[in-house]
């Protein structure tokens, strides 16, 4: 189970560090640096668990077919270790956890390095800490920390990567001191993640600079009242910027359009109704400490890690915390539509698939889950159940004919998988004006079906009139997209939109405090499958067959 996980590291670095140098002992390698190398290599090898100069070492694949490549000569010079250490600080500005990469062995490490006889076995030792810690840094920045298939079960996000060498990649970097440009290049590129980035930054200035004080509880404070709470208010909204800083200062009671402006605003920005008053949820979410918004963001910035990757330039996004769809089309999204999603008992799963056709008139096939939760108990309870509800038996299965009361509405766009899951036109309209929107069996009811259709099929013959003008025939009729086009349905409780302005969302489904435990953890790689080069196949001299192989949580 672990044998894969060698190419899931740096392979991306290629286009940066180039073709890979021939392997040359550093400076300061000697024979006996190089068997005590080896010993700990073999020890690896033989399934023990491997540590040096007290410093756990966690890759038991790549780690030693690095060194094996080398025949066991040090990599490490004092130049390659400081861009190391530089990308281990920078790694905090990332949600990171710096100490997760060996900062503290390091720094003494540095010395050694630069030392002009040093004892082989501490010279051993720092070359391994520093190779583990650049495996530890690069499998991070690529894929996260957080193992998101715990968290979501439904998560398949896991691509298919190259097979390109990452022994020589590393290599490379190492005898280039470029450690710090190759792990950077590792991180999402996208401009999303630079946001999130960015306000993480912002929030955590806030933090040092005292935060905000929560404010007292009390009546819904209204536009127009008054109330000795108002100027607490003021200070709140100031640090964060809603409203001019010279506003805190000002201690009148009277909830004046300015503030009442600015409290529509943060609404709008944490997800709640707009309405400028101040009620519990408002003011639950004012009362939200600084430190739990920088979690927030930094738990947001390892799901981007996740999947913000080699991403298409056209695609939709349904974004189930923030019950919002998406076509992005480029950098950031070009249109939108609320959407109802999952209760929080019958979540929306959380995974990719690809859109490839979309049906006008559908009919509604029950699926298996609610018939048996509903379907077949509401049958025992009353034989005119189906009759009831405007269902009928079709060929062994429980179908709503199409027309205006049917579940799935005017029209569908599916994108298959084994979840029964997609987007969809309702006759329950009322439910779009709710802020929070968790009502449905999982499937993702869209407020503006049509406009979605138009911009899945992306077709001069499909235009909005040209849906609307075959949905008034009544017919049922199935109309595929000319190329398929990808659906990612994420959990973003954290978002940005292209202006820069950041939402900071609920969490309807509660996952955010379990992703926040696994960020805040120790180091673990975890299992994660992918296609190996022809030389570290299951086939290959360099694949261990130790039993820490069939499956090791904390290797990779």
């Known amino acids: 189970m672990a044998r894969w996980r060698r190419v899931a590291v740096l392979v991306t670095l290629l286009g940066l560090v180039g073709a890979p140098a021939p392997c040359r002992a550093a400076d300061a390698g000697t024979d006996a640096v190089a068997d005590a190398i080896q010993q700990a290599v073999v020890r690896i090898r033989h399934g023990n668990r491997p540590s040096a100069g007290g410093e756990s070492i966690s890759s038991t694949l790549l780690l030693p077919a690095f060194y094996e490549d080398r025949q066991f000569q040090p990599a490490w010079t004092p130049s390659a270790l400081d861009s190391l250490l530089e990308a281990i600080r920078a790694s905090a500005l990332d949600g990171l956890e710096p100490g997760d990469y060996h900062l503290e062995a390091l720094v003494p490490a540095r010395a050694t390095l630069a ?3 040093p004892p082989p076995a501490a010279r051993a030792a720092a070359d391994l800490v520093a190779t583990d810690a650049l495996i530890r840094l690069g499998y991070h920045a690529r894929f996260g920390k957080v193992d998101q298939q715990r968290i979501f079960g439904n998560w398949n996000f896991t691509g298919p990567l190259t097979d390109a060498d990452p022994l020589a990649v590393m290599q490379q970097a190492i005898a280039s001191s470029k450690v710090a440009e190759a792990i950077e290049s590792l991180y999402p590129q996208h401009p999303f993640y630079r946001a999130l980035k960015t306000a993480l930054a912002r929030y955590r200035e ?24 108002v100027p607490a208010v003021r200070r709140r909204l100031a640090i964060e910027g809603y409203l001019a800083q010279d506003a805190a200062a000002d201690a009148s009671p009277q909830y004046d359009p300015a503030l009442a402006d600015a409290v529509s605003g943060f609404q709008t920005r944490h997800g709640l109704a707009a309405d400028g008053s101040i009620g519990a949820g408002t003011l639950a979410a004012l009362n939200v400490p600084v430190g739990a918004r920088i979690d927030q963001l930094r738990i947001n910035l390892d799901r981007a890690r996740a999947v913000m990757h080699d991403l298409p330039r056209r695609f939709v996004v349904v974004n189930v915390a923030g019950f919002t ?3 992005v089309d480029g950098d950031w999204p070009v249109w939108d539509s609320r959407v109802v999603v999952g209760k929080p008992f019958t979540e929306t799963p959380i995974f990719r698939a690809k859109m490839t056709y979309v049906v006008l008139n559908p009919t509604w096939t029950v699926p298996p889950g609610i018939m048996a939760k509903e379907i077949r108990p509401g049958l025992r309870r009353d034989p005119n159940y189906l009759a009831k509800k405007g269902l009928e038996w079709q060929n062994g299965q429980v179908v709503q004919p199409a027309g205006p009361k049917n579940a799935l509405g005017r029209i569908k766009l599916i994108f298959p998988n084994p979840y029964h899951v997609y987007l969809h036109d309702t006759p329950s309209r009322a439910l779009f004006e709710r802020s929070e929107r ?12 049509v406009e979605l259709g138009v911009q899945a099929l992306d077709d001069p013959a499909w235009s909005a009139q040209a849906l609307e003008a075959a949905i ?23 978002t940005v939109g292209e202006s820069g302005t950041l939402y900071l969302l609920d969490d309807p489904y509660k996952r955010d405090p379990a992703t926040l435990a696994a960020l805040d953890a120790p180091f673990t790689f975890r299992d994660r499958r992918a296609l190996l080069p022809a030389r570290m196949d299951s086939g290959s001299s360099t694949t261990p067959t130790t039993p820490e192989d069939a499956d090791a949580p904390d290797a990779e």
């Open 206 to 229: 806030i933090g040092v600079a005292g935060g905000w004080a929560p404010i007292a509880g009390g009546p819904t404070l209204k536009p127009g009242g008054s109330d000795p709470r």
């Open 115 to 117: 030392a002009a006889d």
């Open 325 to 327: 769809v998406y076509v």
């Open 438 to 449: 968790t009502f449905s069996h999982g499937c993702i009811r869209v407020q503006k079906p």
């Open 472 to 494: 008034a025939t009544g017919r049922t009729q199935t109309v595929s997209l000319r190329q398929p086009l990808p659906v990612l349905v994420l959990y973003w409780t954290a």
